[in-house]
């Protein structure tokens, strides 16, 4: 039997490895609406930005930012909530025409959770077409090692406290003989894991703990550091004094209190009915608690008396009779929580399919071996126990194990995304091509290649065709991904598009001419290029089971002509010139394989220098990552970025931003010769 445990209880471990490796990309305060909407074309600027979220964020702790089409960061006003989910931020009076990223950072007070996103609304005339539609998915911080392990020493010590009290004291008359220790252990084992979860969260959303515990979200996890402390000194002193009792009884008493307060930062706290939903968690956990705290109990009364010919025939009746009644309520509160958070019956089939759903799963398929075990000790092993106590000691060690898995899967599902709260929420190529891409996975399996349009920062429409490396020949997917990361401003959030495949191919028969040709054809639309720039874009392309990861590189269209000039013995000369009369001139002093610095000048139309307020240089290699230098700054409209290269192909992007906001892109291509011999 407890071999059957040890391998359940390692089958739950593998599904807590592939959930955590895979919920990075969930959420818990999701973005519900925005306004401006994401992809919104608006005749004038607005005065204001607001967001509405699933869950009431924490201004003190959220960050709102508004980015000009270069990335230069506009000047807004504080983060302020106005009841209950909307976050507000006031916008500069004067705001030019053009594409405006919105990158935002908040953090639930219900659970603690950090959540990031961003997305893009046009102003006046922009490059493109805007068309409505969701803002990028969001990224967010999931069960980390250190949460996971907090939240199941806080569950299994404040059940273990509470059973102390309830079964030790109540239904046992103060057995076990070591009662206290085992109170003691169980509240120095809470305690540690409430400072944990304050830890936890003071590095997901990186601010010190000073400053966390004053707001809104960190509030609660101090009162649940107060809440364990009382409870290890209360059995401290049921340790320490002759009349214990009443110590373990408030010990048991600051267990209860404990589980409330988790209940309040928590998934049942953002549900539509909150209040109900933590009545339901609440009772789960208490229930829970007499249960798994009392099998922890019997087992050490069982191997107390074992060989003294006394079996706890009693105390196993009582128990069981509490046992009962104890996991009627558990199932009937986990199954009325889990409607609420897989989004109610209806939704009931698609929530179970998402990485919350599956660990859910497992919880109570483990539930139901539970069960089974307790209901065999109930009908067989405590009728049995005056003549034989291996099979109910055997069973209820077995069933101690087990439980463990479940808290830790309990601990697991509290930092994954509900799918009620989600539904809410609306080896590399060829150097890049602006507004075009290639790419092919380590392996080399599977190219894509990737078109946008209309090429700007902004929205856009994007075309994936997925082929075979090897034949060319269409790839069948059942699911493709893009994801967007900024080489230029790498502080913005990673985004997605799901991508889809046009309704006439996905209708077309196996028969007809040209469908097995677009068959690898894969389209989407969004604002996820946000700025101008080089983006690392990685294509996620799923098949049954497995999936491929193509990375490619994208550099955004630049609104000026660039003309390329390279003469023996002399820099290269790239000049990019602007509709406004700026011009922006760029050179590589050496064009040989070692430093190359490489230098960029903006010009006013008057010939001037135009001062630059920033710069950001990308260097592309062939089949390589994104390099992107430290900038050193010559004069006003001056800088140069010293980079170190190799003989080939390169793909030069510079990003220059004036005083005044306006920016300005130029991207040429490099060729880097081999060094002169000797």
């Known amino acids: 039997m407890r071999r059957l445990a040890n391998v359940i209880v390692i089958g739950l471990l593998a599904m807590i490895v592939l959930a955590t490796a895979g919920s990075r990309a969930s959420a818990h305060a999701n973005l519900a609406s925005s306004d401006p909407a994401s992809g919104a074309s608006l005749p004038k600027a607005p005065s204001e930005i607001r967001l509405t979220f699933t869950e009431s964020p924490d201004p003190a702790l959220s960050t709102i930012l508004l980015l000009g089409s270069g990335g230069t960061k506009l000047s807004v006003g504080p983060p302020t909530l106005q009841p209950p989910r909307t976050l507000m931020v006031s916008l500069p009076a004067r705001m030019p025409d053009g594409v405006y990223t919105v990158s935002w950072q908040v953090v639930s007070r ?203 025939l009693q105390e196993a009746r009582r128990f069981s009779d509490l046992a009962v009644w ?184 196996s028969q007809a001419p040209g469908a097995e040709g677009m068959k690898g054809a894969w389209v989407g639309q969004g604002t996820a290029v946000s700025v101008m720039g080089t983006w690392r874009v990685t294509a996620l392309i799923r098949s049954g089971a497995s999936t491929v990861e193509v990375p490619m590189n994208l550099v955004t269209n630049s609104e000026g002509s660039t003309s390329t000039v390279a003469f023996p013995d002399a820099p290269v000369t790239a000049t990019t010139s602007f509709p406004d009369g700026v011009s922006l001139q760029s050179f590589v002093d050496q064009a040989t394989a070692g430093p190359n610095p490489i230098h960029a000048t903006a010009f006013a139309p008057d010939g001037a220098e135009l001062p630059l307020s920033g710069v950001v240089i990308v260097v592309t290699p062939e089949g390589g990552e994104p390099l992107r230098p430290q900038i050193q700054r010559f004069s006003a409209g001056h800088v140069a970025a010293n980079a170190t290269l190799d003989p080939g192909a390169y793909v030069v992007d510079i990003v220059a931003t004036a005083r005044d906001g306006r920016s300005y892109e130029s991207s040429w291509a490099l060729t880097i010769a081999p060094a002169p011999a000797g």
């Open 110 to 312: 219900q659970d603690g959770h950090e959540t990031a996103g961003v997305f893009a609304f046009g102003v006046g005339p922009v490059q493109g077409a805007i068309s409505p539609g969701a803002a990028p998915a969001a990224s967010t911080s999931g069960p980390t090692p250190l949460a996971v392990s907090a939240k199941t020493a806080l569950y299994a010590g404040s059940m273990l406290l509470l059973g102390a009290a309830v079964v030790g004291l109540g239904l046992f008359g103060g057995a076990p003989r070591s009662l206290r220790i085992v109170g003691l252990a169980a509240a120095l084992v809470a305690f540690a894991g409430a400072v944990g979860l304050l830890v936890a969260e003071q590095q997901t959303v990186g601010v010190a703990l000073n400053d966390l515990v004053q707001t809104a979200t960190g509030r609660p996890y101090l009162w649940l550091i107060v809440a364990t402390l009382a409870a290890a000194v209360c059995a401290v002193l049921a340790a320490a004094r002759e009349r214990w009792r009443a110590a373990l009884w408030g010990s048991g008493a600051a267990a209860v209190v404990a589980m409330a307060i988790r209940v309040s930062s928590g998934h049942a706290a953002a549900a539509p009915d909150p209040l109900l939903q933590q009545a339901y968690q609440w009772l789960h956990l208490v229930a829970a608690g007499l249960w798994i705290g009392g099998l922890v109990l019997l087992l050490v009364l069982l191997r107390e008396r074992l060989g003294t010919g006394r079996p706890p």
């Open 326 to 509: 104890s996991v009627g309520v558990v199932a009937v509160t986990g199954l009325l929580r889990a409607i609420s958070e897989l989004g109610g019956m209806s939704n009931l089939l698609d929530g179970l399919r998402a990485s919350y759903g599956l660990i859910l799963i497992a919880k109570a398929a483990a539930g139901l071996v539970l069960i089974g075990l307790g209901a065999t000790n109930r009908l067989r092993n405590v009728a049995i126990l005056a003549h034989d106590e291996g099979p109910l000691r055997r069973f209820i060690g077995a069933e101690t194990t087990l439980a463990l898995g479940v808290l830790v899967l309990t601990g697991v599902l509290s930092g994954l995304n509900p799918p009620v709260a989600a539904a809410a929420a609306a080896a590399t190529g060829p150097a890049p091509v602006a507004g075009s891409a290639t790419g092919a996975d380590f392996a080399t399996t599977t190219r894509v290649s990737l078109s946008m349009t209309p090429g700007f920062a902004g929205p856009n429409a994007f075309r994936a065709e997925v082929t075979s490396y090897d034949t060319g020949s269409p790839v069948s997917a059942d699911a493709v991904t893009l994801r967007f990361r900024s080489v230029t401003r790498p502080d913005l959030p990673v985004s997605q598009i799901r991508l889809t495949q046009p309704m006439d191919h996905q209708d077309m028969g």
